[in-house]
């Protein structure tokens, strides 16, 4: 059974989602305010995955999950924004959030992605595959230059480390290593790999791409293997 937080200053609203989501089999936790979120997070560590309002008294959701990632708790989190803001949406991935959910938002579709998220979760944080378990598939690992991507398992391997990677970096890598060697215009990412309009704010995918070049660039500022395209976008090159 796993054990869901939800994190809504909204009593009716938080109430409503706990009583659905237990009839679903979900155990619900509720905490009022980020402080308490991050409070229970920290305390027991037995959530499997945080459902999480932006606009919150305190400390807003995008400083929690900020928050949650800065302390290494990689627990997926579907953000609720504001009917689905664009500028909301982007910053809750910048922050490190897996997937998000306008409101009002249906409860059907909230059940499919939380479950789509634990889904994933589960199969990225397996401790050892079941010995009649299915070879890991060859497209959920990438290597290049010493460099490993493992897109299952959300890490990548460089220099001797391991670096754990949110889903949306994990996507979003794996949307330029799919189209290695190709310019990738910025309202493609922003349609492809996040499902919001062209006209979009990009700063986002910028700040996103700064990140990546920090795990895999020998000198993010100048990069080889994610090169900018300027005034277009990005080019992936694994061999330069």
């Not at 009917?83 to 897996?98: H, I, N, Q, W, Y």
């Amino acid at each position: 059974m796993s054990a869901i937080l939800i994190v809504e200053d909204e009593k009716h609203l938080a109430d409503g989602l706990r009583f659905n989501l237990e009839a679903e089999g979900f155990r619900v936790t509720i905490a009022p305010d980020g402080e308490k979120a991050l409070q229970l997070v920290g305390k027991n560590g037995g959530f499997h995955a945080v459902v999480l309002d932006v606009m919150l008294p305190g400390i807003d959701g995008f400083e929690v999950v900020a928050a949650l990632r800065k302390r290494g708790h990689l627990l997926p989190v579907l953000m609720l924004t504001a009917r689905g803001r664009p500028e909301d949406v982007l910053k809750g991935f910048e922050s490190g959030a897996d997937d998000y959910l306008p409101k009002p938002f249906d409860l059907a579709i909230l059940l499919a992605r939380l479950q789509a998220l634990l889904r994933r979760h589960e199969w990225a944080h397996r401790a050892a595959p079941a010995p009649d378990a299915k070879p890991r598939r060859k497209e959920d690992v990438f290597r290049f230059d010493g460099r490993k991507i493992d897109f299952a398992a959300l890490e990548l391997e460089t220099g001797g480390q391991t670096i754990p990677l949110t889903q949306m970096e994990a996507e979003l890598l794996r949307y330029l290593v799919q189209h290695a060697g190709q310019v990738v215009p910025r309202k493609d990412i922003l349609q492809d790999v996040w499902n919001l309009a062209e006209d979009t704010d990009t700063r986002a995918i910028d700040n996103f791409i700064v990140r990546l070049r920090k795990y895999i660039e020998p000198e993010p500022a100048r990069p080889r293997f994610l090169q900018t395209v300027r005034g277009v976008g990005y080019r992936f090159v694994p061999k330069p």
